[in-house]
């Protein structure tokens, strides 16, 4: 696999830095997740199910887990070991806490000094806003996506997502290869940071690029389009919804084929792009009309047959049941040591001669503290007397 050989610590908790380790664990790279006595945050958001979350099963496969106590000086020593044979840290925690925990780039580097840190936060290490606590909607507030979402003369509304953190997951798996690669030429390590309002910039180049262009904010349009017209979500004769999007002419009079209404193609009010623009609302009176003619299975169908741009707007359990995205491997069925049979999210992209795997399911609490210990070379009384002391918290299997 492409980062086979290549070590990870991941000391983060909720989303962002543990799915940033996600995504190298899917290469091949060996993620040994570490948590604290009781587990990390993420464990205790949200539906559980004895120590597991829905948050914590969806962001954490392809990992070892170990239960660490790093305020002891005893967890430190095991802490120095790890890294000593790591080449990648990445976590979340803020300062002065991570000075305390051994975990700034100063404290890593004297045992490693080729090792790669990267640390990620709301706001920025450095910078009028360095330290500040936040989470995802904080971004998304401050970062302009929580103004430019929702319906025209509605409120502002987050993404229902949490697209910053996830954002800075791929940053994160992002710039630790980059500081590889930088690695692999010079020998040479280094601190790396990955903020979220960056990600949420980062998100909007189009919007934030029309707004510095012209100093006009582009405003919420809901389901819409700035630029095309139809473009917009229409409920069907079941209940049921789709999203079409004619953004030029050719996919314009495809969609009047399918919808049987040739009429919609020669009207003068819908000809072009810009007049379809210019009247996009009594456009979509007609698009609503015509959709709601049409169960959503059969709309669907008309519409691919006549290849228009478009498709249904899926709950949760129709995009745990949609045939593409089973094809593409986004949902996958694990083995998880408490839970037993169990289904999480596949890995986003394939490489095709050296493509990445889910090779394990999201770790149990400290469910892997005594094989990893072992590894280190702790004999089989060092760790009971560890997990005796309470060093290793409640670790449930091994």
């Excluded at 780039?105 to 920025?124: E, F, K, M, N, Q």
């Excluded at 079409?244 to 000809?271: G, I, T, W």
Aim: aromatic share 4%; hydrophobic share 40%.
């Amino acid at each position: 696999m492409p980062l086979t050989g290549i070590r990870v610590l991941d000391l983060g908790s909720m989303v962002a830095a543990p799915l940033g380790a996600t995504l190298l664990g899917d290469m091949g790279a060996e993620v040994i997740k570490i948590e604290p006595p009781g587990g990390e945050e993420g464990r205790r958001v949200g539906p559980r199910r004895g120590d597991d979350t829905g948050l914590y099963i969806g962001v954490n496969r392809n990992k070892r887990g170990m239960v660490l106590d790093l305020t002891r000086p005893q967890g430190q020593e095991v802490l120095a070991r790890l890294v000593a044979h790591s080449d990648i840290v990445i976590h979340n925690v803020r300062s002065p806490a991570r000075e305390k925990l051994g975990l700034d780039y100063a404290a890593l580097c004297r045992i490693r000094p080729d090792i790669i840190l990267v640390t990620v936060s709301t706001y920025g290490e450095t910078g009028p806003y360095a330290g500040r606590p936040g989470i995802d909607p904080s971004a998304q507030a401050l970062g302009g996506l929580i103004a430019g979402t929702g319906e025209p003369g509605g409120p502002a509304l987050k993404a229902g997502a949490a697209v910053a953190d996830v954002t800075a997951a791929t940053l994160i798996a992002y710039t630790a290869m980059v500081a590889l690669w930088a690695r692999a030429r010079d020998g040479q390590g280094q601190a790396a940071e990955v903020a979220l309002i960056d990600g949420v910039v980062h998100l909007q180049p189009v919007q934030l690029g029309e707004y510095l262009l012209t100093g006009s904010p582009p405003p919420r349009v809901g389901n819409r389009s700035p630029f095309y017209a139809p473009y917009n979500s229409y409920r069907c004769a079941d209940g049921g919804e789709v999203h079409l999007a004619a953004f030029n002419d050719k996919f314009y009079r495809n969609l009047c084929r399918a919808l049987d209404a040739p009429e919609l193609a020669v009207d003068p009010r819908f000809v072009d792009g810009g007049t379809r623009l210019k009247n996009r609302d009594a456009l979509d009176r007609e698009m609503a009309t015509r959709c709601a003619q049409f169960s959503r299975a059969e709309l669907m169908t008309r519409l691919q047959h006549a290849d228009v741009v478009a498709a249904p707007i899926n709950d949760y359990p129709a995009v745990a049941s949609d045939p593409q995205l089973q094809h593409n491997h986004m949902l996958e069925s694990v083995q998880h040591a408490i839970q037993g049979p169990l289904t999480i999210p596949g890995i986003p992209l394939r490489l095709a001669r050296t493509p990445g795997a889910i090779r394990r399911p999201p770790p149990a609490l400290g469910e892997h503290s005594a094989q990893i210990l072992g590894e280190l070379d702790y004999s089989v009384d060092a760790i009971a007397q560890m997990a005796a002391g309470g060093l290793l918290g409640n670790s449930q299997a091994d």
